[in-house]
């Protein structure tokens, strides 16, 4: 019962933030609503028993992405004080699509016999992960480092090109 | 027990939030009101202030950000790598020595490419 | 073992009340005026004299004060940013302190993850930052808030390189587990000296402090990032601050020595002496040291400190595993 209220809370604002970060039109308020929208989904995790995923989503998400967004937004020209309009004049056909796409998720969501196993749910602490993925999933971890370094180089260079 | 210790950390957050905001109702019901608009004016050392408020385009604030994170998300593996490699012997040293040295070669790479310099 | 909900609830609503009142009171407003004392004896002055005896009330009286200034709004400013940016500040600060153990059993939460959400909330701080210097609508603000940011998440990584050095020495991320693991094995601070050295660079500057206070400089620019925020507003930012240094000093007596343990005094006793001492250490290198420009603080920690505590990390493997 309490989960439950908890579930709906923390649905709440992620939802409710993520609608802000869509259609506010000042382009720094909708950023700043991140936060919440990843907070949200920080306790989603935590519903979940996932409390390392849950951390690094705060550290990751709230604590770097945001900022890199932020950073973006105040160093460009007028960018700060851009007042995006949004809404065009396709909002019908935009709602009718928007209804169909529910109709078709929540249909799927219904009709999927979604299993409900027995027993504990997965172990998602962080020496499980650790062991994971040190033991079985050595290689995705080991190409995960070299991801990296290709984001890595790949950004620097297509940012200092604009020099 | 998982729940309940986060709840305190929710709970902390919302009464955090309440105990913060208090000295700002406080203010807000106390303190005088008398804006006028030199009062309200941005502060520019005593001179009006003139242009937008936005800083000079420089791309080595995006590229410090940018290097951060990717740094971040590597130091997030580190994290569970340092409660379990104990036990799991020296095959987990050296994955971790492989993933740390490929990101330091990243680190060099951008330390050479002048990332880093805030010139 | 069934768990009754709603009690639970009061009980952690008045932890809260408790800690943040704690904090409040000894954190901010003893360390404000810790700060001011400090200053004068190593400036061979005196600091505050005059409200109470020995100066104990100037801060309370300077709380009072900024309760009834009045609260000046930018006129251009973003309002709701405005307001919230030092909020998320405050609390950000104030939710390090759950994962503290002041004592055996005295924990607001012994988290699992304790190390890595002490972490998270002191990157959540950068976004307060950036927020309020952006609401202010001042191109200095805005500029001290860019280079404050800058400078935070620069340090981010080597603190977490060094947090991550004790973890692995202790094999575990719960702080409770780290001050016991430490009761066994010895002082962290002997085995970790290069991690305690860089983590405590790395907290110097996650909370703006001299020699790493570039971004609030008065002489360059005004006050930085709240160049724009009066009144209690202002004191909210210290409040963050305050808490977030008080808080790092605590973790690093937690992480390095040894928590609460100590011979003849109660634990809650030792914790405190040490917490402080490392508080005094920290005022004492803020009245000593220049300032460091920017870029050679941001190489420091890139090209010093970061590469060191990923080396760090090596060789301590290297040491536990062979």
């Given at each position: 019962?309490?989960?439950?209220?908890?579930?709906?809370?923390?649905?709440?604002?992620?939802?409710?933030?993520?609608?802000?970060?869509?259609?506010?039109?000042?382009?720094?308020?909708?950023?700043?609503?991140?936060?919440?929208?990843?907070?949200?989904?920080?306790?989603?995790?935590?519903?979940?028993?996932?409390?390392?995923?849950?951390?690094?989503?705060?550290?990751?998400?709230?604590?770097?992405?945001?900022?890199?967004?932020?950073?973006?937004?105040?160093?460009?020209?007028?960018?700060?004080?851009?007042?995006?309009?949004?809404?065009?004049?396709?909002?019908?056909a935009?709602?009718?699509?928007?209804?169909?796409?529910?109709?078709?998720?929540?249909?799927?969501?219904?009709?999927?016999?979604?299993?409900?196993?027995?027993?504990?749910?997965?172990?998602?602490?962080?020496?499980?992960?650790?062991?994971?993925?040190?033991?079985?999933?050595?290689?995705?971890?080991?190409?995960?480092?070299?991801?990296?370094?290709?984001?890595?180089?790949?950004?620097?260079?297509?940012?200092?090109?604009?020099? | 027990?998982?729940?309940?210790?986060?709840?305190?950390v929710?709970?902390?957050?919302?009464?955090?939030?309440?105990?913060?905001?208090?000295?700002l109702?406080?203010v807000?019901?106390?303190?005088p009101?008398?804006?006028?608009?030199?009062?309200?004016?941005?502060?520019?050392?005593?001179?009006?202030?003139?242009?937008?408020?936005?800083?000079?385009?420089?791309?080595?604030?995006?590229?410090?950000?940018?290097?951060?994170?990717?740094?971040?998300?590597?130091?997030?593996?580190?994290?569970?790598?340092?409660?379990?490699?104990?036990?799991?012997?020296?095959?987990?040293?050296?994955?971790?020595?492989?993933?740390?040295?490929?990101?330091?070669?990243?680190?060099?790479?951008?330390?050479?490419?002048?990332?880093?310099?805030?010139? | 073992?069934?768990?009754?909900?709603?009690?639970?609830?009061?009980?952690?609503?008045?932890?809260?009340?408790?800690v943040?009142?704690?904090?409040?009171?000894?954190?901010?407003?003893?360390?404000?005026?810790?700060?001011?004392?400090?200053?004068?004896?190593?400036?061979?002055?005196?600091g505050?004299?005059?409200?109470?005896?020995?100066?104990?009330?100037?801060?309370?009286?300077d709380?009072?004060?900024?309760?009834?200034?009045?609260?000046?709004?930018?006129?251009?400013?973003?309002?709701?940013?405005?307001?919230?940016?030092?909020?998320?500040v405050?609390?950000?600060?104030?939710?390090?302190?759950i994962?503290?153990?002041?004592?055996?059993?005295?924990?607001?939460?012994?988290?699992n993850?304790?190390?890595?959400?002490?972490?998270?909330?002191?990157?959540?701080?950068?976004?307060?930052?950036?927020?309020?210097?952006?609401?202010?609508?001042?191109?200095?603000?805005?500029?001290?808030?860019?280079?404050?940011?800058?400078?935070?998440?620069?340090?981010?990584?080597?603190?977490?390189?060094?947090?991550?050095?004790?973890?692995?020495?202790?094999?575990?991320?719960?702080?409770?587990?780290?001050?016991?693991?430490?009761?066994?094995?010895?002082?962290?601070?002997?085995?970790?000296?290069?991690?305690?050295?860089?983590?405590?660079?790395?907290?110097?500057?996650?909370?703006?402090?001299?020699?790493?206070?570039?971004?609030?400089?008065?002489?360059?620019?005004?006050?930085?990032?709240?160049?724009?925020?009066?009144?209690?507003?202002?004191a909210?930012?210290?409040?963050?601050?305050?808490?977030?240094?008080?808080?790092?000093?605590?973790?690093?007596?937690?992480?390095?020595?040894g928590?609460?343990?100590?011979?003849?005094?109660?634990?809650?006793?030792?914790?405190?002496?040490?917490?402080?001492?490392?508080?005094?250490?920290?005022?004492?290198?803020?009245?000593?040291?220049?300032?460091?420009?920017?870029?050679?603080?941001?190489?420091?920690?890139?090209?010093?400190?970061?590469?060191?505590?990923?080396?760090?990390?090596?060789?301590?493997?290297?040491?536990?595993?062979?």
């Amino acid at each position: 019962m309490g989960e439950l209220a908890a579930f709906i809370i923390l649905s709440a604002i992620a939802l409710v933030s993520a609608v802000v970060v869509v259609t506010s039109g000042n382009i720094v308020r909708s950023a700043l609503s991140l936060v919440p929208t990843f907070l949200g989904v920080t306790g989603l995790y935590i519903l979940l028993q996932a409390e390392f995923v849950a951390g690094i989503q705060v550290l990751i998400y709230a604590g770097a992405i945001t900022v890199l967004i932020l950073f973006v937004i105040m160093l460009t020209e007028g960018g700060t004080g851009l007042r995006v309009r949004q809404v065009n004049e396709q909002v019908a056909a935009g709602l009718l699509a928007t209804v169909v796409l529910a109709g078709l998720l929540i249909g799927v969501f219904l009709r999927t016999d979604w299993p409900r196993g027995p027993g504990a749910l997965p172990q998602y602490t962080a020496e499980a992960i650790g062991r994971t993925f040190l033991t079985t999933a050595v290689l995705i971890f080991e190409v995960t480092s070299l991801l990296l370094l290709v984001s890595l180089i790949g950004a620097i260079i297509v940012a200092r090109r604009e020099r | 027990m998982l729940l309940l210790d986060w709840l305190y950390v929710g709970v902390f957050a919302v009464v955090g939030l309440a105990m913060a905001a208090l000295p700002l109702a406080i203010v807000w019901a106390l303190a005088p009101r008398f804006p006028y608009p030199q009062k309200r004016l941005t502060y520019e050392s005593g001179v009006v202030p003139f242009g937008q408020a936005w800083a000079q385009f420089n791309v080595r604030y995006y590229l410090f950000s940018l290097v951060f994170v990717i740094f971040d998300v590597e130091v997030i593996y580190l994290y569970p790598w340092a409660i379990v490699f104990q036990a799991l012997g020296k095959f987990a040293f050296v994955e971790m020595l492989i993933f740390l040295v490929i990101l330091l070669v990243g680190l060099a790479y951008a330390w050479r490419k002048g990332a880093l310099e805030w010139a | 073992m069934t768990i009754n909900w709603p009690l639970e609830v009061v009980k952690a609503v008045l932890a809260a009340v408790i800690v943040f009142t704690f904090l409040a009171v000894i954190g901010a407003m003893l360390g404000v005026l810790l700060e001011r004392k400090i200053g004068g004896w190593i400036q061979s002055r005196l600091g505050p004299k005059h409200v109470g005896r020995q100066g104990l009330l100037q801060t309370v009286a300077d709380t009072i004060k900024l309760l009834q200034k009045e609260h000046i709004t930018p006129h251009a400013a973003d309002v709701a940013i405005f307001n919230t940016a030092p909020l998320i500040v405050a609390v950000a600060g104030l939710l390090d302190w759950i994962v503290i153990p002041f004592a055996p059993g005295l924990i607001v939460r012994d988290l699992n993850i304790g190390v890595l959400f002490f972490a998270a909330m002191a990157s959540l701080t950068v976004v307060g930052i950036l927020a309020g210097g952006f609401a202010s609508n001042n191109k200095y603000a805005l500029l001290g808030g860019l280079r404050s940011a800058s400078q935070m998440i620069s340090y981010e990584l080597p603190l977490a390189a060094a947090l991550i050095a004790v973890a692995m020495e202790a094999g575990t991320l719960s702080t409770v587990s780290i001050v016991e693991a430490q009761a066994r094995q010895g002082w962290f601070v002997i085995w970790q000296f290069p991690a305690f050295v860089i983590f405590m660079i790395a907290a110097t500057a996650e909370v703006n402090r001299v020699p790493f206070d570039l971004p609030e400089a008065e002489s360059e620019l005004v006050a930085g990032y709240f160049s724009e925020y009066t009144g209690m507003r202002f004191a909210l930012f210290q409040l963050g601050e305050y808490a977030e240094m008080f808080a790092m000093a605590a973790l690093a007596t937690t992480l390095f020595l040894g928590g609460w343990k100590g011979p003849i005094l109660p634990p809650l006793v030792w914790f405190f002496i040490k917490m402080y001492a490392i508080v005094f250490f920290l005022m004492w290198m803020r009245w000593t040291y220049p300032r460091l420009r920017l870029d050679q603080l941001l190489n420091l920690s890139w090209k010093l400190l970061l590469p060191a505590g990923l080396v760090w990390i090596l060789i301590t493997g290297y040491r536990i595993t062979f």
